[in-house]
Structure formats: C-alpha cells, structure tokens
T-cell receptor, first 110, second 114 residues
C-alpha cells in the first residue's frame, strides 16, 4: 500500500464546474496535510495546508480533512482553464518528512 | 520576498561524470530540503537540513550522492558519478516554521544523464 494515494486521473471538468480531488494516507500519525499545484515543466506550488478535521476555505479552494477516515480532499469551485495542472497531495509523516502522492492531472475545458 | 533560487536550471551530462546543484533558500528559512522528482511521480525527499545539520538523510544514496549546507544558508547537492537512472528534476525547498512545515519549492534543476 502506498503511503499517499490519489485518485487516478486524468480528471476533466468543464469550465465553471467543481473539481474534486481526493487523497488517502496510511500513516495515522500524520498531522499536517498539503495540496500543491504543479504546472507542466514547473515546480510544485503550495496552495492549501490543513491541520485539523473539517473544512478550510481559501477563495475558490476548499480543503477537507477527515483523520478518522485518513482522507483529504481538495475542491475547486468555478474551475478555470488556468486551474489545469497536476495536483499533489502531501502528508507530513514522522520526522517532519513530506510524503507526496503521485498527483492527479486536472484539465478544465473552456 | 524572493523565493528559493536554484541553479543551474538544466544540466546534461554523460554517465559517470560528476554534477552539482546549488540552492539558496528563502531568507530566514532555517530548514532546507532536497527532493528528487521523476516523471509522473511526486517529489521524494533526499535530505533535510535544519540550519547546518543534516537531520534526515536516510533516503540519500550515500555511495554517490553528497550534500552540504555551510553556514546554514546555501546548499549544494552533488552526484559523483552520475548514472542513467539519476535523470530527474532535483528540487530544493525551504520552510520557516517547523510546526507547520509549509515548504516552498525552487524552480528545480532538470538533469539528463546520457
């Protein structure tokens, strides 16, 4: 079992729709969770961090965390073509190490 | 605020040659990370520094990889000798507040070993 698993892509949504990205993790000791956006040929860019159960909203982005289910998600409302990228989920495991999933490629169609 | 700076951006070398990557973290960030990212995968940690001390190098292939962070600021990652399988993007990241561990990445160095 991979430490961090993301829903397999690619994911394609029409412009203006809600994009839902999911991630599960295996380490119950994980306390910090992050979503990074990575455009093709670029480095990962931190877009959301979440540390406690529930929802955290930032503009069009909402991160959701359920530690009991070991589940993290990212919702992107009113998706734009500029949101087309690979989204990486990461958890902080023991020793402050970030473990990343393989990413989900999102395409927003105009 | 300037971001993480890395150089070079691209490097093409023959196998068995040495190569070095340089990183300057965000000013004031005491924790520095080197990651390797293969195509289609997430970044994987190679080494983590807190100030000058390498506190997590368990995933660094020490037979050919070495790193240093003199004076607790800039860092250099070296591969000697390079192998074909080392072709990847090498990313440097830094963070300020350990408790939150929000890491910010530099642009990366794309290494191609021929």
């Amino acid at each position: 079992q991979k430490e961090v698993e993301q829903n397999s892509g690619p994911l394609s949504v029409p412009e203006g729709a809600i994009a839902s990205l999911n991630c599960t993790y295996s380490d119950r000791g994980s306390q910090s969770f992050f979503w990074y956006r990575q455009y093709s040929g670029k480095s990962p860019e931190l877009i959301m961090s979440i540390y406690s159960n529930g929802d955290k909203e930032d503009g069009r982005f909402t991160a959701q965390l359920n530690k009991a289910s070991q589940y993290v998600s990212l919702l992107i409302r009113d998706s734009q073509p500029s949101d087309s990228a690979t989204y990486l989920c990461a958890t902080e495991t023991s020793g402050s190490r970030l473990t990343f999933g393989e990413g989900t490629q999102l395409t927003v169609n105009p | 605020e300037a971001g993480v700076v890395q150089s070079p951006r691209y490097k093409i070398i023959e196998k068995k040659q040495p190569v070095a990557f340089w990183c300057n973290p965000i000013s004031g960030h005491n924790t520095l990370y080197w990651y390797r990212q293969n195509l289609g995968q997430g970044p994987e940690l190679l080494i983590r520094y807190e100030n000058e001390e390498a506190v997590d190098d368990s995933q660094l292939p020490k037979d050919r990889f070495s790193a240093e962070r003199l004076k607790g600021v800039d860092s250099t990652l070296k591969i000697q000798p390079a192998e074909l399988g080392d072709s990847a993007v090498y990313l440097c990241a830094s963070s300020l507040v350990r408790e939150r561990n929000e890491q910010f990445f530099g642009p990366g160095t794309r290494l191609t070993v021929l």
